[in-house]
């Protein structure tokens, strides 16, 4: 990504059930890979883009951040690039915005805070229209304990017990900057904004408050999980078809507008 | 339908898509074919189904109902029809629920009232979760002008200037309950509610209001519109993918519950 040409930001949106996750890997179709081949035909030499996170396989996003330079060659001006690139991208996945941002702009680092949303679907019977983009658990749910439980987990702490064991990290410690949950029928969202996540990190809270709304854990239980540092003494990670990245954050000298009211659903 | 059997009423949700309409045909695959195979094989005999309306190609439901006569062999209890069903059908056809009605219970006939929804996603880039359960429209729109508009629609009265011109139908007079339109961006949804519906005729509802968003048509113009009876005074139809049968209403007598308060959105 460094190197001459144009330093744009693509603001995108996908439908995660086709890809193996974003990140670019060989005989996989993902997003980054999808994006590449796109920027690639349109400028005529490839051309690599970063992501602000590397969602799972499955897991959706309605504002990714990704940036690139593209190269002088392209004649196209930033703001029609979305329509642009709409005619060789595959229709789940849309790059939704496009703007011009400062040489050291990186969509990662850059970042100040990404914020996730679980979707619950509460019924049943799956529903035809959202089966692929939220999670079905049809048990009874204490969403009111499901809400108290929820700012235990704001902070900055190790997170050790809600981090997936696959990834050895230097440090588990992040900022949860919100945590909340709202039930609305037939859904139930569990939002989490941080500086930073562990691995299947938003899974493991949505998770652990799912055993609260249960009621195999109290909402007073969770500082003693955090505490433990014991991935054992949280709950499960719930499926990636429920997860979604909303936006990322960043810095107003960025050049990227303010995130937009999150729409609901998703 | 009729003949000895245990009559219930099923409350169908499914995805447009992938479906020629509800209505069964030869060669195609269709709500009715899909429903009613699904019934033969659980009853290990032909269970035929009457829907409450013949949806289009393309158009979605989240409240269609159908009603057939199990047979007596069915020793399924009726509440447990949807999970038992659920397990013989596609991912994009579901039953949400199942009714026990009375002998007389007629889907089409019975009901006093349908309602639709057509949905519009006012952004240039069309999203990978709605596309193809909403319609993409990026122009400038006057939602309230289309709001002042849409009450010129209720009432009794003559449709032939909304209805499509394919079927020749007896009388074109129908009765519109409610008409709405609600814009919260990203979306602009418009409701329509009435005790029929002529072929097409939400969807040329939608076009005609549209015009008005647009300032082809002022909201004064309607009441012109609709008593001239002349397809080509009014707006264009819209596009299938756009609209969704949300629910049906019944006499309490017929032991459905009554429709839900309508999701937001779809």
Same mark, same amino acid.
């Given at each position: ?6 330093? &744009?930001?693509l #603001? ?18 993902? &997003? ?13 030499r ?5 992501? /602000?996170?590397?969602?799972? =396989?499955?897991?959706? =996003?309605?504002?990714? #951040?990704?940036?690139?330079?593209? !190269?002088?060659?392209?004649? &196209? ?24 941002? !400062?040489?050291?702009?990186? @969509? ?11 979707l ?22 204490? @969403? ?5 439980? =929820?700012? /235990?987990?704001?902070? +900055?702490?190790?997170? %050790?017990?809600? =981090?997936? %064991?696959?990834?050895? *990290? ?5 900022? &949860?900057? %919100?945590?909340?949950v ?9 939002? $989490? ?7 299947h990190? #938003?899974?493991?809270? /949505? ?10 854990? +109290? ?5 003693? $999980? ?21 936006? #990322?954050?960043?810095?107003? %000298? ?5 995130? !937009?009211?999150? *729409?609901?659903? !998703?």
């Amino acid at each position: 990504v460094n190197g001459a040409g144009r330093p &744009v930001a693509l #603001v995108l949106a996908y439908h995660g059930a086709g890809f193996a996750g974003f990140q670019r890997q060989p005989g996989a179709r993902t &997003v980054q890979g999808v994006l590449e081949r796109a920027l690639g035909d349109m400028a005529g030499r490839p051309v690599a883009v970063r992501g /602000a996170g590397r969602t799972d =396989a499955g897991v959706h =996003a309605a504002g990714q #951040v990704a940036d690139c330079r593209l !190269p002088d060659g392209v004649r &196209v001006p930033t703001a029609r690039l979305p329509l642009a690139l709409g005619a060789r991208l595959p229709a789940d996945l849309a790059v939704a915005e496009a703007h011009d941002v !400062p040489p050291d702009f990186h @969509a990662r680092r850059s970042a100040l805070a990404k914020r996730y949303r679980y979707l619950i679907w509460r019924r049943p019977v799956p529903s035809p229209f959202w089966r692929q983009c939220a999670w079905s658990y049809a048990g009874r749910l204490d @969403a009111p304990a499901m809400a108290a439980a =929820a700012p /235990a987990l704001v902070g +900055r702490r190790d997170f %050790s017990a809600l =981090a997936g %064991s696959a990834t050895p *990290v230097r440090s588990a410690v992040r900022t &949860v900057l %919100s945590c909340t949950v709202r039930a609305e029928d037939p859904w139930l969202a569990i939002d $989490v904004e941080a500086d930073g996540f562990l691995y299947h990190m #938003v899974r493991a809270i /949505a998770g652990t408050l799912l055993e609260v709304g249960r009621g195999a854990l +109290r909402p007073e239980d969770l500082p003693a $999980v955090l505490c433990s540092g014991r991935r054992a003494a949280a709950g499960p990670s719930l499926p990636a078809n429920g997860l979604c990245l909303l936006f #990322v954050r960043y810095p107003a %000298s960025c050049g990227l507008p303010d995130p !937009p009211a999150p *729409v609901w659903p !998703p």
